[in-house]
């Protein structure tokens, strides 16, 4: 199994405390394992997804949002005509957090879908 189907088949946990917050290290290999995906100047895990109409890119938002719900770790999103960018961090952690990549994995295989 790939460490991003590793990170994919985990879910996330509640988490409060910057004790949870992942430091660069953690996040570079991590981030290893999410093609396409970056660490912004905000410190936000981020990638934007294409589709080639309005409709699929809302069919993928729905989706996703049923994905957040299940694991009750929300992304902030943009969406677009053909596109949407995803973006995650965790806001009670001060930073990055393992759900941050748990879900960006899950998100990974549901874009293959």
Request: glycine share 8%; charged share 20%.
């Amino acid at each position: 199994m790939s460490g991003e189907q590793n990170l994919a088949a985990e879910h996330c946990r509640p988490l409060r405390g910057t004790e949870h917050a992942i430091d660069p290290t953690q996040t570079a290999a991590l981030l290893a394992h999410l093609p396409g995906w970056q660490i912004d100047a905000a410190s936000v895990l981020r990638k934007e997804f294409g589709f080639s109409s309005y409709t699929a890119a809302i069919l993928f938002v729905n989706t996703l949002a049923g994905l957040a719900e299940r694991e009750n770790h929300h992304p902030d999103l943009e969406v677009g005509y053909g596109r949407v960018v995803v973006r995650y961090s965790t806001h009670d952690v001060g930073g990055l957090s393992r759900n941050d990549f748990i879900c960006a994995a899950k998100v990974e295989a549901l874009a293959r879908i």
